[in-house]
């Protein structure tokens, strides 16, 4: 079968989930591409194995949103057919196709809530990692942000639009980041993110402001990452220095810089 690469959210209070999917199988020896076989993962955030077992009854939430709102239900299979076209055409390299194809997906009225933000956050990032100007993927993704503020995917949209605002607009580069900060405080990422904007503030002449995101970003760092924290530490050091405060900046170079030069 042809690999599924699909988005989950596991909540606190819930360990175990069901994972509807319908997989399509790979194009062998003439075998007819349309046929699928639908499968429910069983999985525990407290196992380290997926236990995959063939169901022909899987709930899915497209097929709930059916029985409870009364959707037709033709209306939502054409719907998956569409987004798994989508699907082949993105993997396949034909990102053109697969803008299209999504683009259908989040206009069809058979469309549930979470497909159509799928789909609509698929668009901004094929169009943001292909197409030259940026304009296009920047107006998908403040499109997506209008509608689904709190959407599923609206932290890594506020990501996407300050990646793509870095280069051309750092000012509004460093609002974009600030949101996601506000979203995702304890982002893997955090501390990185937290010191490029820093450093952005350096560029502006901004002191006060890069010596607050440094030190934020110092503190996301921990003990983990020695290189990344000294990194940091001697861009705090410089700020520290630009504002006159000579005390503080001996306190970081002791703590953090003796030795590395």
């Known amino acids: 079968y042809n690999t599924l690469d699909t988005t989950v959210v596991i909540s606190a209070d819930h360990s175990l989930f069901d994972l509807a999917a319908v997989l399509e199988p790979?194009?062998?020896?003439?075998a007819d591409?349309?046929?699928?076989?639908?499968?429910?993962?069983?999985?525990?955030?407290?196992?380290?194995?997926?236990?995959?077992?063939?169901?022909?009854?899987?709930?899915?939430?497209?097929?709930?949103a059916v029985q409870l709102l009364g959707q037709d239900n033709s209306a939502q299979k054409e719907t998956e057919r569409i987004y798994?076209?989508?699907q082949k055409a993105e993997f396949s390299g034909k990102w053109q196709l697969a803008i299209e194809l999504y683009q259908k997906v989040f206009n069809h009225q058979g469309t549930s809530k979470l497909r159509r933000e799928d789909a609509l956050f698929s668009i901004g990032i094929?169009?943001?990692?292909?197409?030259?100007?940026?304009?296009g993927a920047r107006?998908?993704?403040?499109t997506y942000l209008a509608l689904y503020p709190n959407g599923s995917f609206a932290g890594e949209t506020w990501l996407r639009l300050?990646?793509?605002?870095?280069k051309n607009d750092p000012e509004k580069a460093v609002q974009y980041y600030i949101k996601f900060f506000e979203m995702f405080p304890h982002h893997p990422r955090a501390s990185e993110l937290q010191n490029r904007v820093g450093v952005i503030y350096l560029q502006m002449k901004r002191?006060?402001?890069a010596v607050k995101m440094f030190k934020l970003a110092l503190?996301?760092?921990?003990t983990g990452d020695l290189k990344q924290s000294r990194g940091i530490a001697e861009n705090l050091h410089r700020a520290l220095l630009l504002i006159g405060d000579q005390k503080n900046a001996d306190t970081i170079w002791n703590l953090y810089l003796v030795g590395t030069r």
Do not use: I, M
């Not at 094929?126 to 304009?135: I, M, P, T, V």
């Not at 503190?219 to 921990?222: E, H, N, Q, Y």
């Open 139 to 142: 107006q998908v993704f403040l």
């Open 207 to 209: 002191y006060d402001e």
């Open 162 to 166: 300050a990646e793509l605002e870095f």
């Open 126 to 135: 094929l169009k943001a990692a292909h197409e030259r100007d940026a304009s």
């Open 84 to 86: 798994l076209e989508a």
């Open 33 to 64: 591409s349309k046929r699928v076989s639908e499968v429910a993962v069983n999985s525990s955030v407290h196992k380290t194995e997926n236990v995959v077992v063939a169901k022909s009854d899987t709930v899915s939430p497209e097929s709930v």
């Open 219 to 222: 503190t996301s760092t921990g």
């Open 26 to 30: 790979e194009e062998k020896n003439g």
